[in-house]
């Protein structure tokens, strides 16, 4: 590489690192963003509850209004309920792009740590931040697991009160239910982070060179040949396969 493809190639990982730190910056933002959505959508269904409340102050009218509206109020609910598990993909989606973006960050971060070549012990005491690609995890154990464990709890709670409000009292059969759409989010997110971390950017594709594009074999059968027995051609003269068939070349 020369020196002015060396400085080019700086300046674009300058450039990308500075554009990589905004977007996990903007990631970020985004995540709070839904998560607040996903807190409205949660209030919706109890601020119906407490409109319904002061129509219905009695315990028996309102029993009686859920009862008459009890299928559709269960629908609403279970829809909840699947916009919250939708939401909950989406920002985790966005959570594993910020670790990517971060893990980006680290291996320029590294490159040009290992350029600078200085007293090692300087280099350590500059260095806060990590410089591997290979952190931080995408399946993040003490931070995001948390997250999670608040989207499995109140979908699991309006999968629950969807379940009593169309049944009309509480059944125990719910129990596998309710323990499914819990269990649901922890294995989301679970593939999610798998994925990123086995498949996702890495091609499962082989290619195989037949043409002598890659390998030049051309090239090196001109080579062989001129040492085994002296003859010497050029390898744009090679056109047919086997090389023997093209008399011009001398080849037997």
Known sequence: MTNNDSREFKEFLLSEY??????????????????????????????????????????????????????????????????????????????????????????????????????????????????SPHIPFYFEKSFFLPVVCVFGVMNSLYCFLGLWVFNGRWKGSGVPLIAAVFSIHFILYWWHARHRELSYLKSSKLGIDIDGVINKHREHFC???????????KPEDILIMPVNEYSHNGVT
């Open 223 to 233: 080579a062989i040949l001129k040492e085994k027995t002296k003859k010497e051609i």
């Open 18 to 131: 500075s554009n990589i730190a905004e977007a996990h910056f903007k990631s970020i933002e985004s995540i709070s963003a839904f998560f607040r959505y996903y807190l409205l959508i949660m209030s919706i269904p109890i601020s119906s509850v407490a409109v319904i409340s002061q129509i219905g102050s009695d315990v028996d009218q309102l029993k009686s209004i859920i009862n008459q509206y009890k299928l559709p109020i269960s629908i609403i609910l279970f829809s909840v309920v699947l916009i919250g598990v939708g939401v909950l993909c989406y920002i985790i989606n966005l959570r594993l792009d910020c670790i990517l973006y971060a893990r980006a960050v680290n291996g320029i971060r590294k490159f040009f740590y290992d350029k600078f070549m200085e007293d090692i012990n300087l280099k350590l005491r500059w260095r806060a931040l990590p410089q």
